[in-house]
């Protein structure tokens, strides 16, 4: 997966980094003297009962289960759980708040997306001298994605390449070949159409930056990068504009439809055939045997389509768990971190209520095992998300990229329209996070190719 490592072909290799932690200091603004006050955790802790209370807020799917298991199974360390909103639906916010509160708890819920972004608060402690042992258990990009700046400031759970789920029933019968590639998946939905004017072979979210990220994360195009102590912006760069130029031919040719998903009528275009497939990740597995239990047997999983004969693909999704910079019980809370990442009770726990894909390589065996993989036909689930987990090219987030999703939506909200295109939409998109980046103070260069 990973076109960034000589060691390519090696999974449980490390990946190289090409942040330094003097590029973050110069070029992150806000870090001040607490992103100084990382290092090896220290021995402080506050106990009740005998045991060592550990705050943590998430919103994972299944945490309840996983809390309840990691308290039963030792009585050193008590995790007590907070339920709060998804990420990007408040949990962010409220994270970001109690750490300038100094009030946060002890471990935080951090999509990988947005890491760089709370690094930046200084909330975060600097976790590189307790648990850089576990790097090579880790798939490489995983690892990769909770370093930026050189240093380890969270652990990862999961991790969720992309992946396209298709109406087995629908191409077997109209004698449609699952697509390789891009230029395939055109055919294919040129296919679906003359099959049924209705029908379209997905939908492409305007709604979703991250979507977007995802596919120009496979054409091999960060948007963010550091040079020479700069942050380098390039959400218009060639393989970002590769992808937007192939998606507007698709929503303008009416090949593909362009709108929202994770809708009721959505969901519905599925079951019935007017969506013959869904460009998603790891995460659709459960989504779709939750959503759509009586199409069992009906879909099938294969890898997303390529560029050529490139077979990266891209990331959607995946979460990962760092400690407070001011937890009084930081060992505790590594404790159960640890546990959390790579524990073999993990994904059996999470085999009975989501779909687990997890981060560490040897639950990665544990997860196939376990789960019962019996909604799905065509290809084992686990064969063809495993080799996409192993075909993911370097990426960079920057310390913007929740705003920018925000904005890469409100942007192409008009497209379904006619009023604009993808490709315009991204070049304001590239102008109004470089100018959002500089009025926070970040030093930075406008990568843009126009």
């Known amino acids: 997966m990973f076109g960034y490592s000589s060691d390519a072909g090696n999974i449980g290799s490390t990946p190289r980094t090409h942040w330094s932690r003097r590029s973050l200091l110069r070029t992150s603004a806000g870090l001040g003297t607490a992103l100084l006050a990382g290092g090896a955790l220290t021995s402080c802790s506050s106990r009740t009962s005998g045991a060592t209370r550990v705050r943590l807020w998430s919103w994972l799917t299944g945490m309840d289960q996983y809390v309840a298991a990691f308290n039963s199974s030792q009585r050193d360390v008590h995790v007590e759980l907070s339920v709060i909103a998804a990420g990007i639906s408040g949990g962010y916010a409220q994270q970001t708040n109690a750490i300038r509160a100094h009030n946060a708890p002890d471990i935080l819920h951090v999509e990988y997306q947005a890491l760089p972004q709370i ?45 396209f789920f298709y109406r087995k029933d629908l191409f077997d019968r109209a004698g449609i070949q699952v697509p390789r590639t891009w230029a395939d998946f055109r055919q294919a939905a040129s296919a679906v159409r003359k099959v049924d004017r209705e029908a379209r072979i997905t939908t492409f979210p305007l709604n979703d930056g991250a979507f977007l990220a995802g596919l120009a994360w496979q054409a091999g195009d960060p948007w963010w990068d550091i040079a020479s102590d700069s942050w380098r912006v390039g959400i218009d760069g060639p393989g970002t504009m590769r992808v937007a130029e192939y998606w507007q031919d698709m929503i303008a040719s009416g090949r593909a439809a362009s709108g929202a998903t994770g809708t009721q009528s959505w969901t519905s275009a599925m079951h019935h055939g007017r969506l013959w497939g869904m460009l998603g990740a790891t995460w659709g597995v459960g989504m779709l045997q939750k959503s759509l239990p009586a199409d069992k047997d009906r879909w099938a999983v294969a890898p997303l389509p390529g560029w050529a004969d490139d077979p990266s693909t891209g990331v959607w999704g995946g979460s990962a768990f760092g400690v407070s910079a001011e937890s009084e019980a930081p060992e505790a809370a590594l404790t159960f971190l640890r546990w959390l990442s790579t524990d073999p009770a993990v994904p059996r726990i999470g085999a009975e209520v989501t779909f687990p894909s997890p981060a560490y390589l040897a639950n990665r065996e544990v997860a196939r095992t376990t789960y019962a993989d019996d909604y799905f036909a065509g290809a084992p689930i686990f064969d063809v998300l495993d080799e996409a987990a192993t075909r993911v090219p370097e990426w960079t987030w920057g310390p913007t990229s929740l705003s920018a999703f925000a904005t890469i939506a409100d942007a192409l909200g008009p497209v379904a329209t006619g009023a604009t295109t993808i490709p315009r939409a991204l070049h304001e998109v590239q102008s109004s996070t470089v100018a959002a980046m500089r009025a926070r103070g970040l030093a930075v260069t406008d990568g843009s190719r126009t």
């Open 119 to 163: 690094v930046t608060t200084g909330g975060l402690r600097d976790l590189s001298a307790d648990v850089d042992d576990l790097a090579g258990g880790f798939l490489p990009a995983a690892w990769q994605s909770v370093r930026p700046g050189g240093k380890t400031w969270a652990v990862p759970m999961d991790f969720c390449p992309m992946a």
